[in-house]
C-alpha cells in the first residue's frame, strides 16, 4: 500500500483558490448604509457606527459568515430594518481600495480613517502620551 503524503482526509477537501478579482463596485439603495466597525461583540454581531451619525448593534449576514471577515475598522455596508432603527445586517465588507474608491466618488465622509495606515499617520502621530525631561538629574533605581 502506498505511503500517505498528503494527510488525512480533510487535505483532499482543501479550499479552492479564493477569487481576488476585481468585483463591481457596489453603491448603498434605499434602505442601506455605509458604516465603520467599531468593535466585535462575537456571535457574528458588532457595533457599527454608520455615517447618518447612528450607531447600530448589527449581524453579519449568513452568506458571508466564515467566508468574508469582517475586523474592527472595516468599512462595511448595511442594510437597515424597518422595524428597529438601532439594528442592521451587514450586507457588504469593502477592501481598503474599494473603500478609497467610494471617498473619492464622494459616497464616504472626509474625515473616514480607511485603513491602519491612514490610522497612524506616519511615525510623528501624537498619541497623547508626553515624556518629560528630567534636566539632568541621575534617579537612582536602588532608591525607590
Known amino acids: 500500500m502506498p505511503k500517505n503524503k498528503l494527510g488525512g482526509n480533510k487535505a483532499k477537501r482543501a479550499k479552492g483558490g479564493t477569487q481576488d478579482a476585481k ?6 439603495e434605499d434602505g442601506q448604509e455605509y458604516g465603520q466597525v467599531t468593535r466585535m461583540l462575537g456571535n457574528g454581531r458588532c457595533e457599527v457606527s454608520c455615517f447618518d451619525s ?5 449581524h453579519i449576514r449568513g452568506k458571508m459568515r466564515k467566508k468574508v ?9 448595511v442594510s437597515l430594518r424597518d422595524f428597529q432603527d438601532e439594528k442592521g445586517d451587514i450586507i457588504v465588507k469593502y477592501s481598503s ?3 478609497r474608491n467610494l ?3 464622494n459616497e464616504l465622509p472626509e474625515g473616514v480613517k ?16 508626553e515624556f518629560g525631561d528630567n534636566d539632568g538629574v541621575a534617579v537612582d533605581i536602588d532608591n525607590i
Open 54 to 58: 447612528t450607531k447600530r448593534l448589527c
Open 23 to 28: 468585483r463591481e463596485l457596489i453603491f448603498k
Open 114 to 129: 480607511i485603513n491602519e495606515t491612514d490610522i497612524l499617520d506616519g511615525e510623528l502621530s501624537d498619541d497623547g502620551v
Open 69 to 77: 471577515w469582517v475586523n474592527q475598522g472595516d468599512i462595511v455596508l
Open 103 to 105: 471617498k473619492t466618488y
Open 97 to 99: 481600495e474599494e473603500a
